[in-house]
C-alpha cells in the first residue's frame, strides 16, 4: 500500500525559503510520477509541481516557476519541494502526490495516491 507522508510546512515571512519533503513507502516506486498540489482556503487544489522518478523530468505551475524547485532522493525515497521567494499567496496546504507513469500531468485526478498535506503560511 502506498503511503506518502509530508513534512516541513510552517510559518514564514514573505521572501522567505521552505523545504517540503515527502517520504514514500510501499511500492518500487521508479515507475512512479510525483507531485506537488496545494490549496488554498475556498480554491480549488492546484498543481504545484511533478518530476518522474525515474528519468527525473519535471513540471511546473506558471506561478511558482523560478521560485520552487521539485527533486528526489532514490536512496532515502523522498520527494523534496525547494520553495524560495515565498508569497502570501503560496499560503495553502500543500499535498504531495503520486500516479503510475512517467508523463507528467498536471490533473489532480491524474494521481490517485494522496499524503495528509501540511501547511504553507506566508505573512506578508
Known amino acids: 500500500q502506498v503511503q506518502l507522508v509530508e513534512s516541513g510546512g510552517g510559518l514564514v515571512q514573505a521572501g522567505g525559503s521552505l523545504r517540503l519533503s515527502c517520504a514514500a513507502s510501499?511500492?518500487?516506486?521508479?515507475?512512479?510520477?510525483m507531485g506537488w498540489f496545494r490549496q488554498a482556503p475556498g480554491k480549488e487544489r492546484e498543481f504545484v509541481a511533478a518530476?518522474?522518478?525515474?528519468?527525473?523530468?519535471?513540471g511546473y505551475a506558471d506561478s511558482v516557476k523560478g521560485r520552487f524547485t521539485i527533486s528526489r532522493d532514490n536512496v532515502k525515497n523522498t520527494v523534496y519541494l525547494q520553495m524560495n521567494s515565498l508569497k502570501p499567496e503560496d499560503t495553502a496546504v500543500y499535498y504531495c502526490?503520486?500516479?503510475?507513469?512517467?508523463?507528467?500531468?498536471?490533473?489532480?485526478?491524474?494521481?490517485?495516491?494522496w499524503g495528509q498535506g501540511t501547511q504553507v503560511t506566508v505573512s506578508s
Open positions: 502526490a503520486a500516479r503510475v507513469g512517467t508523463l507528467i500531468y498536471r490533473g489532480r485526478d491524474q494521481y490517485a495516491y
Open positions: 518530476i518522474s522518478w525515474s528519468i527525473g523530468t519535471t
Open positions: 510501499g511500492r518500487t516506486f521508479s515507475d512512479y510520477t
